[in-house]
């Protein structure tokens, strides 16, 4: 036994070899790519190519009985590798001319615009893998009972800051279905800056929250806060948010990536996308897969508005990473008459949804009052987003 691992062990390391072999032939071809490039002034990376070498051979890791998804997290590393590899080629060493301390002239300069910005870092230099793009083709979804998150259309959930009552979370989950909202959401433990506000209604609330659901047919997110919420939570709600002041909270993300619930992990609000991309890739580690992002806004100098929206995210969030990204939109703004054009403007920017807190009476709510909509201009935020999205569901028939 132990001698035949000994002998398994021994090829293995004689195809690594090959590998390495293999890996150094190619190095040097792409060496000599790179030079007549660098002549013809020609891109370095071309997207096109890459795709068709992904295609074929993903076809024969099929074929081989190899994992394609291992072959394309392979293949991207490489590819990010040789481009470096060849930009460094075209490059000019500013000290080109020895006896010159000044830059070499424009015309050995590799064309770049001189505003044009850096290629983000390669994939391998991030804090996650499962999370990043490079490990699936394509987008990944979440389903929620009726409801595809990530597919080409856009969802909508809404609902109150805080369940109050049963009345009151009742009358929401009736406005958001009526509306032709998809998802109910609805606070249940609540993150408070002071600890004499109100703290949510726990578990009471959980089952408000589980009930109106039902009675409108709406899958249900609520905060969970603690570790030991988790088995409660996932008892009553359909999906389980992580808030922007939790999002490095590791002993809760590893809790609810235990689970075998979908998780709304929010921005943190001093959080950089990629330190948020890490967070997510907390729970996928821990076996759950079904990750949706959520940006709710940043906080920067600007003190107009609560936090601000950081829309610029959505485009680099596409590309670093395959999860869902939907957009909260109240708590960015904070203030009720905002909700709207940010949440158009999340959809326009390619959001996978929009969440935002509603109120059958503002006024009164015992949190996020200011940023919470009325029931009117809820059906008006809804009718916009079925009308921009409306070509989606078109297009996906
Ligand atoms: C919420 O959605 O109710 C909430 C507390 O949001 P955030 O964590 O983004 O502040
Ligand atoms: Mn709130």
Known sequence: MHQSLHHIRQRLDAIDQQIIGALAQRQELVREAGALKAKTEAAVRDPQRESEILQRLRREADDAGVDRRLVTTLYRAMFDHFVELQEELQAPAASSDPDSGAPASSETLAPAAPDETPDPPPQHDKPYRLAARAHRTDDSTVRVGDVLVGGRAPVLIGGPCSVESREQVMACAESVSQAGGHILRGGCFKPRTSPYSFQGLGQEGLELLQEAGHT????????????????????????????????????????????????????????????????????LAQGNPRVILCQRGIRTFETATRYTLDLTALPVVRERTH???????????????????????????????????????????????????????????????????????????
């Open 216 to 283: 409108f047919n709406l899958p249900v997110v609520t905060e969970v806060l603690d570790p030991g919420d988790v088995d409660a939570v996932v008892h009553h709600a359909d999906i389980l948010q992580i808030g922007a002041r939790n999002m490095q909270n590791f002993a809760l993300l590893k809790a609810v990536g235990q689970a075998d619930h979908p998780v709304l992990l929010k921005r943190g609000m001093m959080a950089t996308i990629d330190e948020w991309l890490g967070a997510a890739e907390y729970i």
């Open 323 to 397: 999860l869902p990204v939907i957009v909260d939109p109240s708590h960015a703004s904070g203030i009720r008459r905002w909700v709207q054009p940010l949440a158009e403007g999340a959809l326009a920017a390619g959001a996978d949804g929009v969440m935002v807190e509603m109120h059958p009476n503002p006024d009164d709510a015992l949190s996020d009052g200011p940023q919470s909509l009325t029931f009117d201009m809820f059906e008006a935020l809804a009718d916009r987003f079925h009308a921009m999205t409306a070509p989606a569901l078109t297009a996906a028939a």
